[in-house]
């Protein structure tokens, strides 16, 4: 089992940033690939962000590349999405998650196994 304890969420204004931040515990070592994915009200869970075992890879949504930032430190077993150029569409809960299989990133939600309780983000207009 993986346990995954999203933070960092919060209310902001639209232009503005934050750093969300996913700490991983127990079976660390089942981990590959790590993802972002969101869920805004009335909405379908969707695609965020993943990023690679190494962390050399990434891939993002159309809707927020170039905004958005993943990254991780294997080490501290621990991914981040820096946000910024925030929109008040993407307004949403934010879902950590990774993937015991998947080494490379991927957008498929099937991919991944653990997920977290979620992040609320508010984006003010």
């Known amino acids: 089992q993986v346990q995954l304890v999203e933070s960092g969420g919060g209310l902001v204004q639209a232009g503005g940033s934050l750093r969300l931040s996913c700490a991983a515990s127990?079976?660390?070592?089942?981990?590959?690939?790590m993802g972002w994915f969101r869920q805004a009200p009335g909405k379908e869970r969707e695609f965020v962000t993943s990023?690679?075992?190494?962390?050399?890879?990434?891939y993002y949504a159309d809707s927020v590349k170039g905004r958005f930032t993943v990254s991780r430190d294997n080490a501290k077993n621990t991914v981040y999405l820096q946000m910024d150029t925030l929109k008040p569409d993407d307004t949403a809960v934010y879902y950590c998650?990774?993937?015991?299989?998947?080494?490379?990133?991927?957008?498929?939600?099937?991919?991944?196994?653990?997920w977290g309780q979620g992040t609320s983000v508010i984006i003010s207009s």
């Open positions: 998650t990774v993937s015991p299989l998947y080494t490379g990133p991927t957008s498929l939600a099937s991919a991944y196994y653990y």
């Open positions: 990023i690679s075992s190494s962390g050399s890879s990434t």
């Open positions: 127990g079976r660390t070592s089942s981990i590959r690939a």
